[in-house]
Each structure stands twice: as structure tokens, then as C-alpha cells.
């Protein structure tokens, strides 16, 4: 304790405590934003895996039966049948928190997820084992290793720029309808919104535009949001949040280390004899 009595006076102190509560900030702020970006790598969900169907059955009737009806039929008026959606369907909707919707007749914006990856895989998979629709595709079958941006690109403007806008920012539709961003959208969904064509969007099956060429559009999305991040290291590439934080409190620490300059100088200069 002497030992930070005796240099607390030190002019540096301030400027030495100060600098440790930013890099304290920092640190918090680094553990807390890491880790956002990655595409889910769990392997696709098999009808034939009877547990994960029977799990999937019991949160379908915990969570969205009230609404889908007991066995996925649907309920006309308040939410459509389920039956030949397929696992893409459910994954997508679930995944980015649309489902289970909030109440009815609302929108349903992307959320936080209120299902986890694994409850997520099941439900998928009952609503799979009750027939037909697409399958949440592979890990490998959305990954861009190899795909071409430039064509990714041209089919981008195409097919989705018209709702989504040229940067993939999101846009006004007819109708007070809203196309979202695609900021936040792992490769998977990316490629499961094509495949299933969630609300006003149409879908894109895989004759419309080839898994090849979805794989391509996936990596131009993707591409387009690590350009608006230029410069030397990443900053979580969560968007500008992170950046303007990092840019205000530079600012701040510049403008707190000037002021402490001034006062230490003032100090020196009008009371000579402290
Ligand atoms: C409050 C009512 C409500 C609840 C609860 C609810 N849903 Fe929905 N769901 C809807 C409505 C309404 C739609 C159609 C409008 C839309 O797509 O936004 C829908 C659409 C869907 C679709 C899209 C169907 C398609 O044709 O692509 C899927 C998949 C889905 N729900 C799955 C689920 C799952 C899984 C749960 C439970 C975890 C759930 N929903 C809970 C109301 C609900
Ligand atoms: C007719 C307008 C329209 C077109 C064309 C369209 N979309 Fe969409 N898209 C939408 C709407 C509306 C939603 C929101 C659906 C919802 O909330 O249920 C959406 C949602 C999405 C999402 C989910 C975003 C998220 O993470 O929440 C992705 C990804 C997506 N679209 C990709 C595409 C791609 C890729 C194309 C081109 C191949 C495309 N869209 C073409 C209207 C469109």
C-alpha cells in the first residue's frame, strides 16, 4: 500500500490509471463482441433418427402447436401447415428467431434465437419426418471455398438486389413490407431464405439458381460486408457499432490525455511554490 501512496502523487499516475481502465474497457469489449462471425456446423438432420424426431415432437407441442396446430396441419387464420416445409424451413425460421413467432398477426423480424442449435435440429427434423420439403444443407454445401464472387455478384443484382438493395443493406417492398439486411446471416440461412422463400420473398430453388451458384451469391454477401471494413485488422466485423465505439473512445482517450496535459502544465506554472 506505501508502495501506491508514495507514487500516487506522480504525475504519471493519472495518465497510467486512466490508460489501465481502456485497456480494461477494451478488453471487456473485445471478450464480449468476439467470436460473431461462423457459419453452424452441426451435420444435417436424418428422419430416420426416431429420438430426435420424438424430442423435436415435444417442443413442436410445447412451443408451436397453439399456432401450427397439434400435428403441424396448420390452424386457417393463424399459422400455416407445416407439413412438406422440410428441415430448411424450420431451421431458417427458427435460427434467426422469426419462430416461435412472438403473437399473431405481427411481424416476425429477425431475434435473438429462442431455441438453441440442438432443439433447433430437432424440431427440424420432426417437421422433416412428416414428408417432403428441403433439406437444411451441409456444412459443406454452403461453405465458399472456391466460389466465384464475381458471378456471385451478377446474380445478386439480378435476383435480390431489387428487395435487398446493392449492398445487401435491406430495402423498402410494396405493401409496408420490409426486406431486411443480410448483415447478420450465416451462410446457412443465406442459402436456406433462397431455398424456402421465407414471407414475400420468392423462393429460388436449386433449378432457378444452382447450389453452385447459391454458393457464389453466399460468398458475395459475405464479401460485400468485410469491404465496408478497410484497413489492417478486424474489429469483429459486427458492423459499424464496433467501429464508431472504437473510433469515440480514441477520441475520448485523446481529449482526457490533453486535458490532464493542461492542468499538469498549469499546475507548474501558477502555484511555483507547492
Ligand atoms: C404465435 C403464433 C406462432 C407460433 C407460436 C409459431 N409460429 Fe411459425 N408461423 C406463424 C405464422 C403466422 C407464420 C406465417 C407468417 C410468416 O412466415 O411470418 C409462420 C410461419 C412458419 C414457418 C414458415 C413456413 C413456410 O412456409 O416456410 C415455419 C417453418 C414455422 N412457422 C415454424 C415454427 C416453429 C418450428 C415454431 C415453434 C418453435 C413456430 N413456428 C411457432 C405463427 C406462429
Ligand atoms: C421480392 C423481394 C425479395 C427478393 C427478390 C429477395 N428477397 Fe430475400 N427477403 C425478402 C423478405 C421480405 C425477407 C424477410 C422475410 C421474413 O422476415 O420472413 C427476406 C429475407 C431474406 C434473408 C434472411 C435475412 C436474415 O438474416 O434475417 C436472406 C438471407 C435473404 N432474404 C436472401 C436473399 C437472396 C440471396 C436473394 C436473391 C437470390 C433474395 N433474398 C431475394 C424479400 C426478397
Known amino acids: 500500500m506505501s508502495w501506491i501512496t508514495a507514487r500516487r502523487r506522480h504525475p504519471a499516475a493519472g495518465y497510467a490509471i486512466l490508460l489501465l481502465g481502456l485497456l480494461l474497457v477494451g478488453a471487456i469489449y473485445a471478450s464480449v463482441t468476439g467470436g460473431g462471425s461462423g457459419a453452424s456446423a452441426a451435420p444435417p438432420a436424418t428422419a430416420a433418427d426416431t429420438a430426435q424426431v420424438n424430442a423435436g415432437r415435444t417442443i413442436f407441442l410445447q412451443d408451436c402447436a397453439t399456432c401450427h396446430g397439434f400435428a403441424a396441419q396448420?390452424?386457417?387464420?393463424?399459422?400455416?401447415?407445416?407439413?412438406?416445409?422440410?428441415?430448411?424451413?424450420?431451421?431458417?425460421?427458427?435460427?434467426?428467431?422469426?419462430?416461435?413467432?412472438?403473437?399473431?398477426?405481427?411481424?416476425?423480424?429477425?431475434?435473438?434465437?429462442?431455441?438453441?442449435?440442438?432443439?433447433?435440429?430437432?424440431?427440424?427434423?420432426?417437421?422433416?419426418?412428416?414428408?417432403?420439403?428441403?433439406?437444411?444443407?451441409?456444412?459443406?454445401?454452403?461453405?465458399?471455398?472456391?466460389?466465384?464472387?464475381?458471378?456471385?455478384?451478377k446474380l445478386f443484382v439480378a435476383d435480390c438486389a431489387q428487395c435487398h438493395n446493392f449492398v445487401g443493406a435491406g430495402g423498402a417492398l410494396t405493401y409496408g413490407k420490409f426486406a431486411p439486411p443480410l448483415t447478420q446471416s450465416t451462410n446457412s440461412q443465406i442459402f436456406e431464405a433462397m431455398l424456402t422463400g421465407p414471407e414475400a420473398m420468392p423462393v429460388f430453388n436449386n433449378t432457378t439458381i444452382t447450389p453452385d451458384q447459391k454458393r457464389d451469391i453466399i460468398a458475395y454477401v459475405t464479401k460485400t460486408r468485410s469491404e465496408a471494413n478497410p484497413g489492417g485488422f478486424s474489429l469483429g466485423r459486427i458492423g459499424p457499432v464496433t467501429e464508431g465505439l472504437v473510433a469515440f473512445l480514441g477520441l475520448l482517450l485523446f481529449m482526457v490525455l490533453v486535458a490532464l496535459w493542461i492542468t499538469a502544465k498549469h499546475g507548474k506554472t501558477e502555484i511555483p511554490h507547492e
Open 74 to 153: 396448420g390452424n386457417a387464420k393463424v399459422a400455416p401447415s407445416l407439413i412438406g416445409v422440410g428441415s430448411a424451413a424450420v431451421d431458417f425460421q427458427v435460427s434467426t428467431g422469426r419462430m416461435p413467432a412472438a403473437e399473431l398477426g405481427a411481424e416476425n423480424p429477425r431475434k435473438p434465437p429462442r431455441l438453441n442449435a440442438r432443439q433447433t435440429r430437432q424440431v427440424a427434423a420432426y417437421i422433416a419426418s412428416l414428408g417432403g420439403g428441403p433439406a437444411i444443407p451441409s456444412a459443406a454445401e454452403v461453405s465458399t471455398n472456391g466460389a466465384n464472387v464475381g458471378l456471385g455478384q
